[in-house]
Nanobody, 127 residues
Framework: QVQLVESGGGLVQAGGSLRLSCAAS????????MGWFLQAPGKEREFVAAINWDGTRSYYADSVKGRFTISRDNGQNTMYLQMNSLKPEDTAVYYCAADDSALRGFTTMRVNDYDYWGQGTQVTVSS
C-alpha cells in the first residue's frame, strides 16, 4: 500500500505557474505508475497527465499539452506537475493517484485504473 500527499497548490494569476508535488510513502515508489487528475466543483474527476514507473513514458490531456509537464523522482519518492501558462479554467482540486498494476511500464488515463489517491490540493487561477 502507498500513502500520497499533494502540495504546491495555491492562488495564481492567469499566465502564471505552479509546481505541484505528490509525496509517496509505503511500498517502493517505483512499484507504481502515477497520474494527476483534477476535479472542478460540480464536475467529475478528469485526467490531466500520467507517467509510467520509471518516467520514460508520459501522456497528457489535450487541454494541458504544451503547458503542463509531469515528472517523477523515484529516489525522492515524489511526482511533480509543472503547470505553466495557467488559465482560469485550470481552477480545480488536483489529485495524484497511484496504480500498482503489472502494466506499470505503461501509462493510463482511466480513473478506475488507479488504486490509491491523495487528499487533493486546490489550484485557483484568477483572470
Amino acid at each position: 500500500q502507498v500513502q500520497l500527499v499533494e502540495s504546491g497548490g495555491g492562488l495564481v494569476q492567469a499566465g502564471g505557474s505552479l509546481r505541484l508535488s505528490c509525496a509517496a510513502s509505503g511500498r517502493p515508489f517505483s512499484s507504481y505508475r502515477m497520474g494527476w487528475f483534477l476535479q472542478a466543483p460540480g464536475k467529475e474527476r478528469e485526467f490531466v497527465a500520467a507517467i509510467n514507473w520509471d518516467g520514460t513514458r508520459s501522456y497528457y490531456a489535450d487541454s494541458v499539452k504544451g503547458r503542463f509537464t509531469i515528472s517523477r523522482d523515484n529516489g525522492q519518492n515524489t511526482m511533480y506537475l509543472q503547470m505553466n501558462s495557467l488559465k482560469p479554467e485550470d481552477t480545480a482540486v488536483y489529485y495524484c493517484a497511484a496504480d500498482d498494476s503489472a502494466l506499470r511500464g505503461f501509462t493510463t488515463m482511466r480513473v478506475n485504473d488507479y488504486d490509491y489517491w491523495g487528499q487533493g490540493t486546490q489550484v485557483t487561477v484568477s483572470s
